[in-house]
């Protein structure tokens, strides 16, 4: 099957400092992954999309100089969270999507993100 | 811009109970349909993708319909158990655009 890592899994961090996350695909090669951001009782919702070898595509109202995207191989996306605030706070999924047409996508754990 | 509706936010069953979850989307043109499983503080478990071009899919006790035309969708679940409490999410990929748009989800209980 398609795996997708996440790491870590949980991270609590200061007000004021950046917090990296990893997604992975473990077992095929994603030109594509995407970022999602889930808070409490609510559904998921896109932040960006990760190229590889090209910038991220954000969302409108995602700021992409405080959430960095880097799409460096065909298997490892990282998101930075610069300069975290409380407010930031919630739970990060990626998913990547195999070959060109991406037909079902394959999704990460998830790292729970808290910002005291 | 696509928008995803699920109905009911909520629900709870008892054990053994058939169930019908729906999914609505705004966009017709969309290239596929997903129903996730969403665990408590997990990640997301795919449970059926169906394409643009089908009308159902099933997997073991899950039947998924799309009717494209009326931008809707459903989930059917038999013979419901307690292990099948969780949140279900439906998710909508465009034509134009690679990422997947989510519903709110509809958070199951199955009561024992």
């Known amino acids: 099957g398609a795996v997708v890592s996440q790491h870590p899994s949980r991270v609590i961090c200061k007000s004021g400092t950046s917090v990296k996350i990893e997604c992975r695909s473990l077992?095929?090669?994603?030109?594509?992954m995407f970022w999602y951001r889930q808070f409490p009782k609510q559904s998921l919702m896109l932040m960006a999309t990760s190229n590889e070898g090209s910038k991220a595509t954000y969302e409108q109202g995602v700021e992409k100089d405080k959430f960095l995207i880097n799409h460096a191989s065909l298997t490892l996306s990282t998101l930075t969270v610069t300069s975290a605030h409380p407010e930031d706070s919630s739970f990060y999924i990626c998913?990547?999507?195999?070959?060109?047409?991406?037909?079902?996508?394959?999704f990460g754990p998830g790292t729970r993100l808290t910002v005291t | 811009k696509q928008e995803v509706t699920q109905i009911p936010a909520a629900l709870s069953v008892p054990e053994g109970e058939n169930l019908v979850l729906n999914c609505s989307f705004t966009d017709s043109a969309i290239y596929n349909l997903q129903w996730f499983r969403q665990d408590p503080g997990k990640g997301l478990t795919s449970l059926l993708l169906?394409?643009?071009?089908?009308r159902e899919q099933t997997s073991g006790r899950l039947n998924a319909s799309l009717d494209k035309s009326s931008g809707r969708s459903t989930l059917y679940i038999a013979a419901s158990q307690p292990g099948d409490s969780a949140t279900y999410l439906c998710?909508?990929?465009?034509?134009?655009?690679?990422?997947?748009?989510f519903g709110s989800g509809t958070r199951l209980q199955v009561q024992p």
């Open positions: 169906i394409q643009s071009s089908q």
């Open positions: 998710a909508v990929r465009g034509t134009g655009r690679r990422a997947l748009t």
């Open positions: 998913s990547a999507g195999r070959g060109r047409r991406l037909g079902e996508q394959y």
């Open positions: 077992d095929f090669q994603a030109t594509t």
